[in-house]
């Protein structure tokens, strides 16, 4: 149960207590946190589950497939290098303390 | 205190009103009824991962339970809205009633069923509801050959699913190709390439004249030529009705479902329709409205009506120039087996078909225009030609023929740079 914290563009935080093996985008939606929709229910098909994850974090992320490297390049919010869907990463005991960033607009 | 907005209907329309609505800052009582006993849920893996036990049930939840007390949205389960008094401005289920300020009309569709004998045997499913899919899956496990009526997103995607799992798969279908009201011939044609190869059976352009039984199971259908087929499963996918019965009893405008303007608001300016129930007008449509069967068109319905409510209910948009409209493009998607189409637009009479890739790369994408004007873009296995066709349609920007026909020229150069 790695504890990961979300922050909503405004700052908010939200520490969470993660379940391995579940996303990033379906934890966000376990705890209600609204700065993920993932209007598809994450079926990497909307983009609006994108989350920025910075620095040494983004070493211990899955490798992106070509998948989400496209749909990201049509995120509401312009991507960034720390880009990512968060429907695409699952969570791993090697998260624990990691900050995932929300962006202002998933729409 | 005020009254509340009261949703009918627990899907996705329901679900992102709720959310459109806090996130706009709404702050009123929040009421939504669902026929339901299962709390709204995800649709699409019902026809794909969850037959394959790809996913549990444990992942189709929209939000956690959690969440309706958080956003302070009494959600009634199991509880049909019987009537809807528009004077009184109330919902009544079955003796209760609760009055609402402004309510939205979230009912969906239900499946068409097919007319002809046998119908009714067990073993003759349709999949709309959670509860079909489950019934779909315990049925699945115990038969050999099942016979899917209707080769739309819905039958294919069974048809694939029940493949994979080794089943013996007819697909029948009237139309001479497969998806044939929803995607460009070559398209078709790619797909009925890939489920013969899988191992279906197509009969296009054929009908079945009836369903045989032995003790109320399916045992085989009966063909319009004749012929006998043995199932022990018929999966019937040919389209919906839209449920619009209540709405019409109340009084609503209705015509091929309930009918809305282009704030999603109902004949009744209290009362709003979004999703699969809602006729309303498109501006991408050809035609002076449709109805469209899409989570991207329920969510996006969902939040010009969170929009205009929360306008009017603060008092904000006494005149309809402050209200918001329904423009968003028009996207679909089905996963048939392990490929990926997506839709963008809506192709009404295409005079022209542009391919871009090639088909036997299985990533390709086609591009339908009428009179030079790209309508829409149907693409396999390439969602950044699907996410760009969006901007693309949503910008009003054409590409040329050429431009579309060649992989090597950047169709994202042509968008209006961002302000």
């Given at each position: 149960?790695?504890?990961?914290?979300?922050?909503?563009?405004?700052?908010?935080?939200?520490?969470?207590?993660?379940?391995?093996?579940?996303?990033?985008?379906?934890?966000?939606i376990a705890n209600n946190i609204d700065?993920?929709?993932?209007?598809?229910?994450?079926?990497?098909?909307?983009?609006?589950?994108?989350?920025?994850?910075?620095?040494?974090?983004?070493?211990?992320?899955?490798?992106?497939?070509?998948?989400?490297?496209?749909?990201?390049?049509?995120?509401?919010?312009?991507?960034?290098?720390?880009?990512?869907?968060?429907?695409?990463?699952?969570?791993?005991?090697?998260?624990?303390?990691?900050?995932?960033?929300?962006?202002?607009?998933?729409? | 205190?005020?009254?509340?907005?009261?949703?009918?209907?627990?899907?996705?329309?329901?679900v992102?009103?709720c959310l459109?609505?806090r996130?706009?800052?709404?702050?009123?009582?929040?009421?939504m009824?669902?026929?339901?006993?299962?709390a709204p849920?995800?649709?699409?893996?019902?026809?794909?991962?969850?037959?394959?036990?790809?996913?549990?049930?444990?992942?189709?939840p929209m939000r956690p339970e959690s969440f309706y007390p958080a956003k302070s949205v009494?959600l009634?389960?199991?509880?049909?809205?019987?009537?809807?008094?528009?004077?009184?401005?109330?919902?009544?289920?079955?003796?209760?009633?609760?009055?609402?300020?402004?309510?939205?009309?979230?009912?969906?569709?239900?499946?068409?069923?097919?007319?002809?004998?046998?119908?009714?045997?067990?073993?003759?499913?349709?999949?709309?509801?959670?509860?079909?899919?489950?019934?779909?899956?315990?049925?699945?496990?115990?038969?050999?050959?099942?016979?899917?009526?209707?080769?739309?997103?819905?039958?294919?995607?069974?048809?694939?699913?029940?493949?994979?799992?080794?089943?013996?798969?007819?697909?029948?279908?009237?139309?001479?190709?497969?998806?044939?009201?929803?995607?460009?011939?070559?398209?078709?044609?790619?797909?009925?390439?890939?489920?013969?190869?899988?191992?279906?059976?197509?009969?296009?352009?054929?009908?079945?004249?009836?369903?045989?039984?032995?003790?109320?199971?399916?045992?085989?259908?009966?063909?319009?030529?004749?012929?006998?087929?043995?199932?022990?499963?018929?999966?019937?996918?040919?389209?919906?009705?839209?449920?619009?019965?209540?709405?019409?009893?109340?009084?609503?405008?209705?015509?091929?479902?309930?009918?809305?303007?282009?704030?999603?608001?109902?004949?009744?300016?209290?009362?709003?329709?979004?999703?699969?129930?809602?006729?309303?007008?498109?501006?991408?449509?050809?035609?002076?409205?449709?109805?469209?069967?899409?989570?991207?068109?329920?969510?996006?319905?969902?939040?010009?009506?969170?929009?205009?409510?929360?306008?009017?209910?603060?008092?904000?948009?006494?005149?309809?120039?402050?209200?918001?409209?329904?423009?968003?493009?028009?996207?679909?998607?089905?996963?048939?087996?392990?490929?990926?189409?997506?839709?963008?637009?809506?192709?009404?009479?295409?005079?022209?078909?542009?391919?871009?890739?090639?088909?036997?790369?299985?990533?390709?994408?086609?591009?339908?225009?009428?009179?030079?004007?790209?309508?829409?873009?149907?693409?396999?296995?390439?969602?950044?030609?699907?996410?760009?066709?969006?901007?693309?349609?949503?910008?009003?920007?054409?590409?040329?023929?050429?431009?579309?026909?060649?992989?090597?020229?950047?169709?994202?150069?042509?968008?209006?740079?961002?302000?």
């Amino acid at each position: 149960m790695p504890k990961i914290t979300y922050v909503d563009a405004d700052g908010t935080e939200h520490p969470v207590d993660a379940k391995t093996g579940v996303s990033l985008m379906e934890t966000a939606i376990a705890n209600n946190i609204d700065g993920i929709e993932a209007e598809c229910g994450g079926s990497c098909m909307c983009a609006t589950c994108h989350c920025f994850i910075e620095g040494d974090w983004s070493a211990k992320l899955p490798a992106m497939e070509s998948e989400e490297d496209e749909m990201l390049g049509f995120a509401a919010e312009e991507r960034r290098d720390s880009s990512r869907l968060s429907c695409q990463i699952k969570v791993t005991d090697d998260m624990e303390g990691m900050v995932v960033h929300l962006p202002a607009e998933q729409n | 205190m005020t009254d509340p907005v009261v949703i009918v209907g627990g899907g996705q329309a329901g679900v992102q009103l709720c959310l459109s609505l806090r996130k706009s800052k709404f702050d009123g009582p929040i009421v939504m009824y669902s026929a339901e006993a299962d709390a709204p849920y995800h649709r699409p893996p019902l026809s794909k991962s969850f037959l394959l036990d790809k996913i549990g049930e444990d992942k189709l939840p929209m939000r956690p339970e959690s969440f309706y007390p958080a956003k302070s949205v009494a959600l009634h389960l199991n509880q049909a809205v019987t009537s809807i008094d528009l004077d009184a401005r109330q919902v009544l289920s079955g003796n209760d009633r609760q009055p609402y300020s402004w309510l939205l009309m979230a009912t969906g569709a239900a499946p068409r069923q097919l007319p002809v004998d046998g119908a009714e045997l067990s073993g003759v499913h349709c999949l709309r509801s959670l509860d079909d899919s489950r019934a779909i899956k315990a049925r699945l496990n115990e038969v050999d050959s099942l016979v899917v009526i209707g080769a739309g997103f819905i039958g294919l995607e069974v048809a694939a699913a029940a493949r994979s799992l080794g089943k013996n798969v007819t697909v029948f279908d009237t139309a001479d190709r497969v998806m044939a009201r929803a995607v460009a011939p070559a398209i078709s044609q790619w797909y009925q390439d890939m489920h013969l190869q899988s191992g279906v059976s197509l009969r296009l352009g054929e009908a079945i004249s009836s369903i045989g039984g032995n003790n109320g199971q399916v045992t085989h259908v009966n063909c319009a030529d004749g012929e006998v087929l043995d199932a022990q499963m018929v999966v019937v996918g040919i389209g919906v009705i839209p449920d619009a019965g209540l709405a019409e009893a109340a009084g609503l405008h209705c015509d091929n479902g309930v009918v809305v303007d282009e704030f999603c608001r109902t004949s009744d300016p209290f009362v709003f329709a979004a999703g699969d129930c809602a006729n309303h007008p498109n501006p991408f449509a050809a035609v002076d409205r449709l109805r469209l069967e899409s989570i991207q068109n329920a969510t996006d319905q969902a939040r010009v009506a969170a929009a205009n409510i929360a306008a009017l209910a603060s008092g904000g948009a006494a005149e309809s120039s402050s209200l918001t409209s329904y423009k968003a493009v028009p996207w679909f998607w089905s996963d048939q087996g392990e490929h990926s189409l997506q839709m963008a637009g809506l192709s009404f009479d295409a005079d022209e078909y542009v391919m871009r890739g090639e088909s036997t790369a299985n990533s390709f994408s086609m591009y339908h225009y009428r009179s030079g004007k790209l309508l829409a873009v149907d693409s396999v296995n390439m969602p950044r030609d699907h996410m760009l066709a969006r901007k693309l349609i949503e910008a009003g920007v054409s590409p040329g023929a050429e431009q579309a026909g060649d992989s090597a020229f950047d169709l994202k150069a042509l968008l209006p740079s961002k302000a």
